[in-house]
């Protein structure tokens, strides 16, 4: 039957047919040159990924340029710096180095008002059964839409009676604010892949929901932890509205206010100006590299269950 089935194959074949895989005149079957394409397609995403990288990074690069020449004015400045020159970095550090200490103190103390509200909030909201618990999280989604200019308004009325004007408490809960909703968000999205099972297996050992919570929960949620203190801190430290808002003396000033107030003073010395800019996005930055595999691992795990 088969040898039947192969003769009338090769008997309908039209005369001038030819088969599905073409052969060479070597008499391997010919190859669409896949390889050369999709290299061509490697190449043109790799010029294209470099020229976005480079348009993000020359207002960086553009900062430390400026920071580095004597002198240095806005119109004529050189695309590569000709002498270095610390004396703007001096200047700026004599200016701003207690306004860096302000903006780490706030910045440390908004992540640890955060993360102390948002763990237990996202662990109730994941693990409780409670009523409502996806109308409160779309809420607290919401809350990311609203005006910063409108929160710092209230929160300045509010704090006028509170007597937290000028006041560090008042800063670091106000600038806790900012990070709280994500970090409910992320924490809730990361302890509801815990399984079931090891939260009863503490609470058969004799756990409540307090000590799971503290013994099992959080160190199982370590990246993601990290990775809300992270973005709080950030936030914290970028804040320039509410620290513009809550502050009328000088008593409290984070380095945003400050670099503001030194342009104000320096405008024609943009050489101090971006030294002082320099120095503000150091921390962040040293930060963000030593954290960046945590939170990669902590935003991809709340994002899988």
């Known amino acids: 039957m088969?040898?039947?089935?192969?003769?009338?194959?090769?008997?309908a074949r039209p005369p001038g047919a030819t088969t599905r895989r073409q052969r060479a005149p070597g008499g391997s079957p010919r190859r669409r040159p896949r390889t050369t394409r999709k290299a061509r397609g490697d190449a043109v995403s790799l010029v294209v990924g470099v020229l976005v990288l480079a348009v993000l990074l020359f207002p960086l690069y553009w900062m430390v340029n400026t920071a580095l020449q004597p002198g240095a004015s806005a119109?004529?400045?050189?695309?590569?710096?000709?002498?270095?020159?610390?004396?703007?970095?001096?200047?700026?550090?004599?200016?701003?180095a207690g306004n860096l200490l302000t903006s780490v103190l706030v910045a440390l103390g908004s992540v640890a008002v955060c993360l102390t509200?948002?763990?237990?909030?996202a662990y109730a909201l994941a693990r409780f059964r409670l009523r409502g618990a996806d109308t409160i999280v779309f809420a607290t989604l919401i809350t990311q839409m609203v005006p910063g200019i409108v929160v710092a308004n209230a929160l300045y009325n509010a704090y006028v009676g509170l007597g937290l004007v000028n006041s560090y408490l008042g800063l670091i809960l106000a600038d806790a604010s900012l990070g709280l909703p994500f970090s409910i968000?992320?924490?809730?999205?990361?302890?509801v892949s815990i399984p079931e099972e090891v939260i009863e297996a503490g609470m058969i050992d004799g756990g409540g929901r307090l000590r799971v919570l503290v013994s099992i929960v959080l160190p199982m949620s370590r990246n993601a932890l990290i990775t809300a203190g992270l973005f709080t801190f950030l936030f914290a430290w970028s804040d320039f509205l509410f620290a513009l808002t809550?502050?009328?003396?000088?008593?409290?000033?984070?380095?945003?206010?400050?670099?503001?107030?030194?342009?104000?003073?320096?405008?024609g010395d943009w050489g101090a100006v971006m030294a002082a800019a320099v120095l503000s996005s150091v921390p962040a930055a040293v930060l963000l590299v030593v954290a960046q595999r945590y939170v990669a691992a902590g935003i991809s795990s709340g994002a899988l269950k």
């Open 2 to 11: 088969s040898a039947l089935r192969s003769g009338t194959g090769d008997a």
């Open 75 to 96: 119109a004529g400045l050189p695309w590569f710096p000709r002498s270095l020159d610390l004396g703007n970095f001096q200047r700026a550090w004599e200016s701003q």
């Open 117 to 121: 509200v948002a763990a237990p909030a």
């Open 185 to 191: 968000v992320l924490l809730r999205a990361f302890m």
């Open 246 to 267: 809550l502050n009328t003396t000088d008593a409290v000033k984070p380095v945003t206010l400050g670099i503001y107030e030194y342009i104000g003073a320096h405008v």
